[in-house]
């Protein structure tokens, strides 16, 4: 990013009163709907988040007292004898969100950094959990630490999630350690603690995964709901063939030519995989994905996403 950083430059790290403002415009955002879980990057994959209230329990046949408007009118036709659907009240459910601060969020060409793009749709589940009365807890990480919130339901809660998205946030303009393997430990480490029954939030992009990510998530999945929330900018799709320019974190800088073609092809590759990652993931768990990009407001893109757009 060819962007010279300056204290206060909320393009490079998050605004804590922006954070708060976002609680009114998360009232207004369905995170479970399928306009959010229909993911135009990695082509027509459809899936639903289940949200609290009522859960499909059985199928059976129909008793005298029963409620005509839960036929299940199908199966009545194909069997030749009466059958209903049968509800009950979903119990309440945790909500988990794993939120990457390492150093290769560390970048944006467009309107902010990526890490700047995560903790923004941290922070509007946060308060969507909590405007549903629902609990959330999170794992906020570097390629260093953590930090782990168990479960609560509170404006406390969320006050102090907040204030450690942007700590984690602000500390990356002077980190130098790059850690990888660090998405692996969060993982691990959040399939220890989540437990079952749980919602979880993974704000990444992914960088570093590998079979033990499919592995580590896939035993997530297992009992909970997992929803991939991949954070990109839109230079790591295609590197424009602008000839000779810099890119900087803001101590160093290279310069690097994009006119050459196998670079190019090199780069667009290497993003392509991460693409064919998830892919396959979304198809081995029927996971919904919401794929995030660093070039518009989080709550715009998500506002569009359910209007169609996108």
Known sequence: MNKKITKGDHRITADLQALIRLQYVAKNIPFGSRQLVNNLLVG???????????????????????????MDWKITNRTKKPHVRVYVEERERPVFVLVD?????????ARA??????????????????????????????????????????????????????????????????????????????????????????????????????????????HNNVVLNFVYDPLEKKLPEYGSFAVSDGKNQVE?????????????????????????LLRQHDMPLLSISTDLPVDKQLLSMMSGGR
């Open 256 to 280: 690097i030519n994009t006119s050459d073609s196998g670079l190019r092809g090199e780069y667009e590759l290497f993003f392509e995989k991460k693409l064919d990652f998830i892919r396959r």
């Open 44 to 70: 027509r994959h459809r899936s639903s988040v289940r949200g609290r209230g009522m859960d499909f329990e059985e199928l059976r046949h129909y008793q005298v007292g029963d409620d005509i408007r839960q």
């Open 113 to 222: 950094m990526k890490s700047v793009v995560a903790v923004e749709l941290a922070a509007l589940i946060g308060w969507h959990t909590l405007h549903r009365g629902d609990r959330v807890g999170a794992l906020i990480f570097n390629d260093e630490k953590c930090t782990e919130l168990k479960p609560r339901r509170s404006q406390a809660q969320i006050f102090q999630y907040l204030h450690f998205l942007c700590e984690y946030n602000e500390s990356l303009s002077h980190a130098v350690t790059d850690n990888p393997n660090q998405l692996n430990i969060m993982l691990r480490r959040a399939r220890n603690i989540v437990g079952h029954d749980a919602l979880i939030y993974l704000i990444s992009d992914m960088n570093g995964a590998d079979e033990m990510t499919a592995d580590l998530i896939s035993q997530l999945a297992m």
């Open 101 to 109: 601060q390492r150093l290769s969020m560390f970048f944006g060409s």
